[in-house]
């Protein structure tokens, strides 16, 4: 097995806490569990991220993007508030994800995130953010 960057960090930090540019052996989950949301009104499957992405390493991003992915657009000037609950259990001990949020302007986002689960098994979420001028999350 190959070794991935999990961790390339735009900013490094010190090296003493070994997370810059981390290397591990890393499977991407094969039997995923399920996001599940408290509002489906904001929410469309399917999410592309920047090619300016930073924050995860590409290989992490890929794996993320490979499973479950999401768009989550709150409209211009709209007050919103959502859950994303993910529980990974005996039967679905794994979860990719990737999630895109687009905040217009002026709008808000009361967002909860619900991680948790099985003992066994490995995750991988990523998650980009975008907001419009005066938008708050």
């Not at 992405?53 to 499973?67: I, V």
């Amino acid at each position: 097995m190959e070794r991935t960057s999990l961790n390339r960090l735009p900013s490094p930090t010190f090296r003493y806490l070994h997370t810059n540019d981390t290397k591990v052996i890393f499977t991407p989950p094969r039997v995923s569990a399920k996001a599940v949301f408290s509002e489906s009104g904001f929410v469309c499957k399917g999410a592309e991220f920047p090619k300016e992405f930073e924050g995860a390493s590409e290989e992490t991003a890929a794996a993320a993007l490979a499973g479950e992915s999401y768009t989550i657009r709150i409209p211009d000037g709209t007050e919103a508030r959502l859950e994303i609950t993910v529980m990974a259990d005996d039967m679905h001990p794994d979860y990719a994800g990737a999630f895109r949020f687009l905040l217009g302007k002026r709008s808000g986002l009361d967002l909860v995130w619900r991680c948790g689960g099985g003992r066994t098994g490995s995750g991988c979420m990523a998650s980009c953010y975008e907001l419009e001028e005066g938008a708050r999350l």
